[in-house]
Protein backbone atom coordinates (compact mmCIF):
# COMPACT_ATOMS: atom_id res chain seq x y z
CA UNK A 1 0.00 0.00 0.00
CA UNK A 2 1.41 3.35 -0.81
CA UNK A 3 2.47 5.50 1.51
CA UNK A 4 -0.40 8.26 1.24
CA UNK A 5 -3.32 6.35 0.61
CA UNK A 6 -5.56 6.57 3.31
CA UNK A 7 -9.31 6.20 2.94
CA UNK A 8 -11.58 9.07 2.93
CA UNK A 9 -15.55 7.93 2.69
CA UNK A 10 -16.19 10.13 -0.83
CA UNK A 11 -13.89 6.78 -2.27
CA UNK A 12 -16.55 4.28 -1.19
CA UNK A 13 -18.66 4.57 -4.62
CA UNK A 14 -15.52 3.85 -6.57
CA UNK A 15 -13.60 1.17 -4.51
CA UNK A 16 -17.50 -0.70 -3.84
CA UNK A 17 -17.68 -2.38 -7.72
CA UNK A 18 -14.43 -3.41 -7.44
CA UNK A 19 -14.49 -5.12 -4.17
CA UNK A 20 -17.66 -6.84 -5.55
CA UNK A 21 -16.47 -7.93 -8.57
CA UNK A 22 -13.47 -9.16 -7.26
CA UNK A 23 -12.76 -9.80 -3.57
CA UNK A 24 -16.32 -10.29 -1.98
CA UNK A 25 -16.56 -14.65 -0.75
CA UNK A 26 -20.09 -15.12 -2.55
CA UNK A 27 -19.15 -19.03 -2.50
CA UNK A 28 -19.05 -19.15 0.98
CA UNK A 29 -21.17 -16.66 1.82
CA UNK A 30 -23.88 -18.62 0.18
CA UNK A 31 -22.54 -22.03 1.65
CA UNK A 32 -23.59 -20.22 5.12
CA UNK A 33 -26.76 -18.82 4.05
CA UNK A 34 -27.87 -22.44 2.40
CA UNK A 35 -26.91 -24.09 5.75
CA UNK A 36 -26.49 -27.57 3.42
CA UNK A 37 -29.39 -26.93 1.81
CA UNK A 38 -31.05 -29.07 4.07
CA UNK A 39 -34.38 -27.33 3.34
CA UNK A 40 -33.99 -26.12 0.01
CA UNK A 41 -35.63 -22.50 0.50
CA UNK A 42 -33.65 -21.83 3.56
CA UNK A 43 -31.66 -19.07 2.00
CA UNK A 44 -34.40 -18.03 -0.59
CA UNK A 45 -36.35 -17.39 2.42
CA UNK A 46 -34.31 -15.51 4.26
CA UNK A 47 -34.39 -11.30 4.22
CA UNK A 48 -31.32 -8.97 3.16
CA UNK A 49 -31.60 -5.50 3.28
CA UNK A 50 -29.04 -3.38 1.32
CA UNK A 51 -28.46 0.23 1.81
CA UNK A 52 -27.54 1.76 -1.22
CA UNK A 53 -25.53 5.31 -2.00
CA UNK A 54 -27.17 8.37 -0.58
CA UNK A 55 -29.32 6.49 2.23
CA UNK A 56 -31.90 4.47 -0.14
CA UNK A 57 -32.96 1.44 1.87
CA UNK A 58 -34.01 -1.28 0.56
CA UNK A 59 -36.04 -4.48 3.09
CA UNK A 60 -37.32 -7.49 2.07
CA UNK A 61 -34.63 -8.33 -0.74
CA UNK A 62 -34.15 -12.22 -0.95
CA UNK A 63 -31.99 -14.53 -2.94
CA UNK A 64 -32.35 -18.49 -4.19
CA UNK A 65 -28.74 -19.03 -4.18
CA UNK A 66 -24.97 -17.56 -5.30
CA UNK A 67 -25.46 -16.63 -8.34
CA UNK A 68 -28.45 -14.58 -8.13
CA UNK A 69 -27.02 -12.77 -4.40
CA UNK A 70 -23.98 -12.03 -6.78
CA UNK A 71 -25.71 -10.60 -9.59
CA UNK A 72 -27.43 -7.93 -7.33
CA UNK A 73 -24.75 -7.22 -5.15
CA UNK A 74 -22.57 -6.05 -8.07
CA UNK A 75 -25.16 -4.32 -10.14
CA UNK A 76 -26.66 -2.75 -6.88
CA UNK A 77 -23.07 -1.95 -4.83
CA UNK A 78 -24.97 -1.45 -1.36
CA UNK A 79 -23.03 0.49 0.99
CA UNK A 80 -24.30 -1.57 3.44
CA UNK A 81 -26.50 -5.05 3.96
CA UNK A 82 -27.81 -6.20 6.50
CA UNK A 83 -28.99 -9.95 7.69
CA UNK A 84 -32.53 -10.79 9.25
CA UNK A 85 -34.26 -14.13 9.44
CA UNK A 86 -35.56 -17.22 7.54
CA UNK A 87 -39.30 -16.74 6.93
CA UNK A 88 -41.87 -19.34 6.19
CA UNK A 89 -42.23 -17.43 1.83
CA UNK A 90 -39.80 -15.45 0.00
CA UNK A 91 -38.96 -11.81 1.99
CA UNK A 92 -39.89 -10.78 -1.71
CA UNK A 93 -43.27 -11.68 -1.76
CA UNK A 94 -43.95 -10.66 1.81
CA UNK A 95 -47.08 -8.35 0.77
CA UNK A 96 -48.94 -10.94 -1.11
CA UNK A 97 -49.17 -13.15 2.47
CA UNK A 98 -51.26 -12.36 5.74
CA UNK A 99 -49.04 -14.58 8.32
CA UNK A 100 -45.69 -13.79 6.92
CA UNK A 101 -43.97 -14.87 10.03
CA UNK A 102 -40.35 -15.74 11.06
CA UNK A 103 -39.25 -18.85 11.34
CA UNK A 104 -35.54 -19.13 12.45
CA UNK A 105 -32.69 -16.89 12.83
CA UNK A 106 -28.85 -16.71 14.31
CA UNK A 107 -28.74 -16.08 17.90
CA UNK A 108 -27.40 -12.42 17.84
CA UNK A 109 -25.51 -10.08 20.11
CA UNK A 110 -23.74 -6.58 19.66
CA UNK A 111 -21.82 -4.91 21.44
CA UNK A 112 -20.70 -1.07 21.08
CA UNK A 113 -17.92 0.59 22.73
CA UNK A 114 -20.48 4.02 22.54
CA UNK A 115 -22.05 1.84 25.59
CA UNK A 116 -19.29 2.06 27.55
CA UNK A 117 -18.97 6.23 27.25
CA UNK A 118 -19.51 6.28 31.07
CA UNK A 119 -16.35 4.02 31.98
CA UNK A 120 -14.42 4.91 29.30
CA UNK A 121 -12.10 8.05 29.84
CA UNK A 122 -9.67 8.02 26.42
CA UNK A 123 -12.00 8.20 23.99
CA UNK A 124 -16.15 8.99 23.62
CA UNK A 125 -18.74 8.27 21.23
CA UNK A 126 -17.47 7.30 17.53
CA UNK A 127 -14.08 7.25 18.17
CA UNK A 128 -11.82 4.60 19.67
CA UNK A 129 -8.18 3.48 20.58
CA UNK A 130 -6.06 0.56 21.84
CA UNK A 131 -6.73 1.20 25.36
CA UNK A 132 -11.07 0.91 25.31
CA UNK A 133 -11.03 -1.72 22.60
CA UNK A 134 -9.69 -3.71 25.59
CA UNK A 135 -13.48 -3.67 26.87
CA UNK A 136 -14.50 -5.34 23.51
CA UNK A 137 -11.54 -8.19 23.73
CA UNK A 138 -12.43 -8.77 27.50
CA UNK A 139 -16.30 -8.96 26.19
CA UNK A 140 -15.59 -11.50 23.57
CA UNK A 141 -13.95 -13.66 26.42
CA UNK A 142 -16.73 -13.58 28.36
CA UNK A 143 -19.63 -13.96 26.00
CA UNK A 144 -17.48 -16.46 23.98
CA UNK A 145 -17.12 -18.75 27.13
CA UNK A 146 -20.83 -18.13 28.65
CA UNK A 147 -22.16 -19.16 25.60
CA UNK A 148 -20.19 -22.44 25.08
CA UNK A 149 -19.84 -23.59 28.66
CA UNK A 150 -23.19 -22.26 29.98
CA UNK A 151 -25.21 -23.27 26.86
CA UNK A 152 -23.06 -25.64 24.67
CA UNK A 153 -23.20 -23.80 21.38
CA UNK A 154 -20.31 -24.80 18.96
CA UNK A 155 -20.92 -22.56 16.09
CA UNK A 156 -20.28 -18.88 17.47
CA UNK A 157 -18.77 -16.33 14.48
CA UNK A 158 -17.38 -13.29 15.84
CA UNK A 159 -17.16 -10.53 13.14
CA UNK A 160 -16.05 -6.67 14.05
CA UNK A 161 -18.34 -4.21 13.02
CA UNK A 162 -16.33 -2.26 11.30
CA UNK A 163 -15.73 0.95 13.79
CA UNK A 164 -16.22 0.71 17.31
CA UNK A 165 -17.93 -2.76 18.10
CA UNK A 166 -18.38 -6.48 17.80
CA UNK A 167 -21.28 -8.87 16.88
CA UNK A 168 -21.55 -12.50 16.97
CA UNK A 169 -23.64 -15.17 15.37
CA UNK A 170 -24.70 -17.91 17.26
CA UNK A 171 -25.20 -20.62 14.56
CA UNK A 172 -25.81 -24.19 16.28
CA UNK A 173 -29.82 -25.47 14.86
CA UNK A 174 -30.57 -25.32 18.50
CA UNK A 175 -29.74 -21.74 18.52
CA UNK A 176 -31.53 -20.97 15.17
CA UNK A 177 -34.92 -22.01 16.47
CA UNK A 178 -35.06 -20.71 19.95
CA UNK A 179 -38.38 -18.73 20.12
CA UNK A 180 -38.70 -14.77 20.81
CA UNK A 181 -39.32 -15.79 24.47
CA UNK A 182 -35.93 -18.22 24.63
CA UNK A 183 -33.85 -15.47 23.30
CA UNK A 184 -34.94 -13.18 25.73
CA UNK A 185 -34.28 -15.54 28.52
CA UNK A 186 -30.31 -15.91 27.30
CA UNK A 187 -30.10 -12.36 26.78
CA UNK A 188 -31.56 -11.46 30.18
CA UNK A 189 -28.60 -14.30 31.34
CA UNK A 190 -25.99 -12.89 29.95
CA UNK A 191 -27.19 -9.23 30.76
CA UNK A 192 -25.37 -8.57 34.16
CA UNK A 193 -24.98 -4.65 33.98
CA UNK A 194 -28.53 -3.25 33.81
CA UNK A 195 -30.16 0.49 34.15
CA UNK A 196 -30.05 2.89 31.84
CA UNK A 197 -28.07 6.45 32.55
CA UNK A 198 -29.95 7.34 35.80
CA UNK A 199 -29.06 4.73 37.33
CA UNK A 200 -25.69 4.58 39.67
CA UNK A 201 -25.33 1.40 40.75
CA UNK A 202 -25.83 -1.60 37.74
CA UNK A 203 -25.03 -4.11 39.35
CA UNK A 204 -26.08 -6.14 42.48
CA UNK A 205 -25.20 -9.60 43.71
CA UNK A 206 -27.49 -11.04 46.18
CA UNK A 207 -27.33 -13.96 48.50
CA UNK A 208 -24.34 -15.85 49.80
CA UNK A 209 -22.97 -16.86 46.76
CA UNK A 210 -22.22 -15.96 43.30
CA UNK A 211 -23.14 -17.78 39.93
CA UNK A 212 -20.63 -19.83 38.62
CA UNK A 213 -21.11 -18.06 35.15
CA UNK A 214 -20.46 -14.35 37.32
CA UNK A 215 -17.25 -16.33 38.34
CA UNK A 216 -16.04 -16.84 35.43
CA UNK A 217 -16.59 -13.66 34.22
CA UNK A 218 -14.47 -12.02 37.02
CA UNK A 219 -12.18 -13.84 36.68
CA UNK A 220 -11.79 -13.15 33.00
CA UNK A 221 -12.25 -9.83 34.48
CA UNK A 222 -9.64 -9.92 37.11
CA UNK A 223 -6.31 -10.85 34.57
CA UNK A 224 -7.49 -7.48 32.60
CA UNK A 225 -8.48 -5.16 35.36
CA UNK A 226 -5.21 -3.26 36.32
CA UNK A 227 -4.37 -2.67 33.02
CA UNK A 228 -7.63 -1.62 31.95
CA UNK A 229 -9.14 -0.03 34.33
CA UNK A 230 -6.80 1.28 37.09
CA UNK A 231 -3.65 2.16 34.20
CA UNK A 232 -5.46 2.51 31.12
CA UNK A 233 -8.84 3.89 32.05
CA UNK A 234 -7.47 5.44 35.39
CA UNK A 235 -10.46 4.62 37.05
CA UNK A 236 -9.26 6.11 40.26
CA UNK A 237 -6.82 8.95 39.57
CA UNK A 238 -8.43 11.93 40.48
CA UNK A 239 -10.99 12.79 42.93
CA UNK A 240 -14.22 13.38 40.36
CA UNK A 241 -13.12 9.96 38.89
CA UNK A 242 -12.75 7.74 42.30
CA UNK A 243 -16.17 9.40 43.28
CA UNK A 244 -17.93 7.44 40.69
CA UNK A 245 -16.69 4.42 42.02
CA UNK A 246 -17.53 5.58 45.57
CA UNK A 247 -20.58 6.01 44.78
CA UNK A 248 -21.65 2.21 44.23
CA UNK A 249 -20.54 1.40 47.78
CA UNK A 250 -24.09 1.65 49.77
CA UNK A 251 -23.32 2.13 53.31
CA UNK A 252 -22.00 5.68 53.95
CA UNK A 253 -19.45 5.47 56.74
CA UNK A 254 -17.94 2.81 54.73
CA UNK A 255 -17.96 5.12 51.46
CA UNK A 256 -16.69 8.61 53.73
CA UNK A 257 -13.71 5.92 55.01
CA UNK A 258 -12.74 4.84 51.65
CA UNK A 259 -13.02 8.71 50.50
CA UNK A 260 -10.00 9.31 53.09
CA UNK A 261 -8.10 6.76 51.80
CA UNK A 262 -8.20 7.68 48.35
CA UNK A 263 -6.33 10.96 49.22
CA UNK A 264 -3.45 8.92 50.71
CA UNK A 265 -3.01 6.91 47.71
CA UNK A 266 -0.22 8.00 44.80
CA UNK A 267 -2.22 6.08 41.88
CA UNK A 268 -5.35 4.11 40.99
CA UNK A 269 -3.27 1.10 41.30
CA UNK A 270 -2.28 1.94 45.36
CA UNK A 271 -5.78 3.27 45.54
CA UNK A 272 -7.71 -0.18 44.60
CA UNK A 273 -5.48 -1.88 46.99
CA UNK A 274 -6.50 -0.09 49.64
CA UNK A 275 -10.40 0.05 48.64
CA UNK A 276 -10.67 -3.56 48.06
CA UNK A 277 -8.48 -4.38 51.56
CA UNK A 278 -10.73 -1.89 53.97
CA UNK A 279 -14.16 -3.16 52.06
CA UNK A 280 -12.88 -7.05 52.75
CA UNK A 281 -12.49 -5.62 56.75
CA UNK A 282 -15.74 -3.99 56.48
CA UNK A 283 -17.94 -7.31 55.56
CA UNK A 284 -16.00 -9.32 57.78
CA UNK A 285 -16.26 -6.91 60.68
CA UNK A 286 -20.17 -6.14 60.26
CA UNK A 287 -22.95 -9.29 60.07
CA UNK A 288 -24.93 -8.90 56.58
CA UNK A 289 -28.12 -6.96 59.14
CA UNK A 290 -25.83 -4.36 59.96
CA UNK A 291 -24.53 -3.64 56.50
CA UNK A 292 -26.52 -2.77 52.69
CA UNK A 293 -22.92 -3.27 51.38
CA UNK A 294 -22.41 -6.44 49.65
CA UNK A 295 -19.21 -9.30 50.37
CA UNK A 296 -18.71 -9.29 46.97
CA UNK A 297 -18.59 -5.36 46.87
CA UNK A 298 -15.12 -5.68 44.71
CA UNK A 299 -16.65 -7.77 42.03
CA UNK A 300 -19.74 -5.67 41.69
CA UNK A 301 -17.49 -2.82 41.32
CA UNK A 302 -15.32 -4.82 38.38
CA UNK A 303 -18.24 -6.01 37.13
CA UNK A 304 -19.54 -2.78 36.41
CA UNK A 305 -16.38 -0.95 35.04
CA UNK A 306 -16.13 -4.21 33.14
CA UNK A 307 -18.47 -7.02 32.58
CA UNK A 308 -19.80 -6.86 28.38
CA UNK A 309 -23.20 -4.06 27.56
CA UNK A 310 -25.34 -6.02 25.24
CA UNK A 311 -28.08 -4.18 23.69
CA UNK A 312 -30.30 -6.87 24.21
CA UNK A 313 -32.76 -5.46 21.59
CA UNK A 314 -30.96 -6.72 19.26
CA UNK A 315 -30.38 -10.88 20.66
CA UNK A 316 -34.13 -10.64 21.76
CA UNK A 317 -36.34 -9.88 18.16
CA UNK A 318 -35.78 -11.95 15.97
CA UNK A 319 -36.51 -10.27 12.82
CA UNK A 320 -33.98 -7.75 14.42
CA UNK A 321 -31.43 -6.85 11.38
CA UNK A 322 -27.87 -7.12 11.85
CA UNK A 323 -25.00 -5.91 9.65
CA UNK A 324 -23.48 -8.79 7.85
CA UNK A 325 -19.75 -9.91 7.84
CA UNK A 326 -17.64 -8.96 4.82
CA UNK A 327 -19.85 -5.36 4.67
CA UNK A 328 -17.55 -2.33 4.38
CA UNK A 329 -17.77 0.20 6.78
CA UNK A 330 -18.43 3.80 5.45
CA UNK A 331 -17.21 6.28 7.55
CA UNK A 332 -13.67 3.88 8.00
CA UNK A 333 -13.61 1.91 4.79
CA UNK A 334 -12.70 -1.08 7.33
CA UNK A 335 -14.37 -4.74 6.16
CA UNK A 336 -16.52 -6.23 9.19
CA UNK A 337 -14.08 -9.28 9.04
CA UNK A 338 -14.41 -12.06 10.93
CA UNK A 339 -12.13 -12.49 13.83
CA UNK A 340 -10.75 -15.87 16.45
CA UNK A 341 -11.84 -15.54 19.87
CA UNK A 342 -9.13 -17.61 21.24
CA UNK A 343 -7.08 -14.87 19.87
CA UNK A 344 -9.05 -12.01 20.83
CA UNK A 345 -6.39 -10.12 22.55
CA UNK A 346 -4.67 -10.24 19.24
CA UNK A 347 -6.84 -8.46 17.24
CA UNK A 348 -6.36 -5.00 16.50
CA UNK A 349 -8.82 -2.84 14.90
CA UNK A 350 -6.72 -0.60 13.46
CA UNK A 351 -4.83 -3.66 11.47
CA UNK A 352 -8.31 -4.21 9.91
CA UNK A 353 -8.22 -3.96 5.62
CA UNK A 354 -9.64 -1.12 4.16
CA UNK A 355 -11.35 -1.32 0.99
CA UNK A 356 -8.53 0.96 -0.84
CA UNK A 357 -5.93 -1.04 1.13
CA UNK A 358 -7.35 -4.49 -0.32
CA UNK A 359 -7.85 -2.94 -3.88
CA UNK A 360 -3.95 -1.25 -4.13
CA UNK A 361 -2.79 -4.89 -2.98
CA UNK A 362 -4.75 -6.99 -5.36
CA UNK A 363 -3.54 -4.19 -8.26
CA UNK A 364 0.37 -4.40 -7.07
CA UNK A 365 0.00 -8.36 -6.70
CA UNK A 366 -1.60 -8.32 -10.24
CA UNK A 367 1.68 -6.44 -11.58
CA UNK A 368 4.21 -8.27 -9.66
CA UNK A 369 2.95 -12.17 -10.02
CA UNK A 370 4.50 -14.57 -12.21
CA UNK A 371 2.41 -16.34 -14.56
CA UNK A 372 1.50 -19.35 -12.24
CA UNK A 373 0.25 -17.36 -9.26
CA UNK A 374 -2.15 -14.58 -11.52
CA UNK A 375 -4.93 -17.69 -11.54
CA UNK A 376 -4.77 -17.56 -7.56
CA UNK A 377 -7.96 -16.33 -6.25
CA UNK A 378 -8.20 -12.85 -5.83
CA UNK A 379 -9.14 -12.38 -2.05
CA UNK A 380 -5.41 -14.63 -1.08
CA UNK A 381 -3.65 -11.79 -2.92
CA UNK A 382 -4.82 -9.60 0.17
CA UNK A 383 -5.14 -8.99 3.56
CA UNK A 384 -8.35 -11.02 2.85
CA UNK A 385 -6.87 -14.07 3.16
CA UNK A 386 -7.22 -14.69 7.19
CA UNK A 387 -10.30 -13.44 7.71
CA UNK A 388 -11.71 -15.85 4.60
CA UNK A 389 -9.66 -18.31 6.31
CA UNK A 390 -11.21 -18.20 9.54
CA UNK A 391 -14.82 -17.31 7.83
CA UNK A 392 -14.10 -21.23 6.11
CA UNK A 393 -13.04 -22.42 8.97
CA UNK A 394 -16.13 -22.19 10.89
CA UNK A 395 -17.95 -23.11 7.76
CA UNK A 396 -16.63 -26.64 7.59
CA UNK A 397 -17.20 -27.02 11.19
CA UNK A 398 -21.00 -25.85 11.05
CA UNK A 399 -20.98 -28.51 8.02
CA UNK A 400 -21.08 -31.30 10.66
CA UNK A 401 -24.48 -30.21 11.77
CA UNK A 402 -26.02 -30.67 8.32
CA UNK A 403 -24.19 -33.62 7.23
CA UNK A 404 -26.31 -36.28 9.06
CA UNK A 405 -28.96 -34.52 8.42
CA UNK A 406 -28.60 -34.54 4.69
CA UNK A 407 -27.70 -38.38 4.91
CA UNK A 408 -30.98 -38.98 7.15
CA UNK A 409 -33.01 -37.16 3.89
CA UNK A 410 -31.67 -39.49 1.86
CA UNK A 411 -32.08 -42.64 3.50
CA UNK A 412 -35.81 -41.36 3.85
CA UNK A 413 -35.56 -41.24 -0.10
CA UNK A 414 -34.08 -44.70 -0.82
CA UNK A 415 -36.51 -47.34 -1.70
CA UNK A 416 -35.86 -51.17 -1.33
Not at 98 to 127: H, M, W
Not at 215 to 224: L, T, V
Request: aromatic letters at 10%; charged letters at 30%.
Amino acid sequence: MSANSKYTPDMLVDLLPQYYKRLFPFPQYARWLQYGNVDKNYMANRELSFTLEDDIYIRYQSFSNQEELEAEMIKRCPHKIDLGAVYNARPTEHKKLTNFTPQERELVFDIDLTDYDDVRTCCSGAKICAKCWRYMTVAVKILDAALRDDFGFQHILWVYSGRRGVHCWVCDPEARKLTGAARGAVAEYLQVVSGGEHKTKKVVLRGPTVHPSIHRANEIIKADFEQLCLVDQDILGSKDAWNKVLALIPDDDLRAECGKLMESGKDSIDRWNKLRIRCIQYTREKSYRQRKTSEFIMMEIMLQFAYPRLDIAVSKGMNHLLKAPFCIHPKTGRVCVPFNPAKADKFNPEEVPTVLQLVEEIDAFTKEASDELKNVKAYKKTSMKDPVGIFEEFLSNLASTWKGKLIEKSDNKMEF
